[in-house]
């Protein structure tokens, strides 16, 4: 997902800066607004602040959204130079089963599917960080370390009360994390800032822009213009 990460000297904030402009069959005004609060408040709640050229900045996350036809999400991504703007398709499911976002870490496009409660577990907050830079771990075994990160992926070894199953033994069916215990890390937030170049206006870019879009499947979808 592209953004820009706007720097305020005056008040020291960095905001992160994003849209989601959401299209496709599921696509609603109500699953916006439940989408973009899972996003905006689990990456408000570890209360991060950044080190930019020696001086302290509190994050602030700014994310807007916009349901649109599909004829408009055409005319939107053609030629679209905005790193604000991100394509999502919703759908009740396509051809990998999961939520994904495009090509390479910091792409400004995905599919996601409503079968992974989106706005109600954290999928939709780990998408956002996959758009905004952030890889999987290395780690994958979080045991004695509290709730592990939200870039944790599906299959990371927890504490019990953790798992999807807190009785069954580690690795077995059920015995791995639960997504909806994944908590957005101070270390996450820090790391999207690694390597950002502000210009002197204050703006950073974050990601890339491809501005494909997606059939209801989860193609890639060929349009021509």
Known sequence: MAALAIRN???KIVT???KLIFYGTQATKELAQKIVAEIRDMYHEPKASVNLDK???NVHM????EVVSFNEVIELAFKNTNFRYNFIRLEAQNHVTRSFMGFGLGDNVGHWITTDNLGESTTAAHEFGHALG???PNLIDFR????????????TIVDAHLQWNPAVAVGEYGG???PFHRRVQAYEIEAIFEGLVFD?????????????????????LNVIF
Do not use: C, W
């Open 16 to 18: 992160i800066s994003a």
């Open 176 to 178: 791995t994390l639960k």
């Open 144 to 155: 004695g370390l509290g709730n592990p990160g939200i870039m944790a992926p599906r299959g």
């Open 9 to 11: 000297k005056q008040s």
């Open 55 to 57: 001086e302290v900045y």
């Open 134 to 136: 952030l890889d999987h």
């Open 200 to 220: 002197n206006n204050g703006y950073a870019e974050i990601g890339h822009l491809s501005n494909l879009l997606f059939t209801e499947n989860g193609d890639v």
């Open 62 to 65: 700014r994310i807007d959204y």
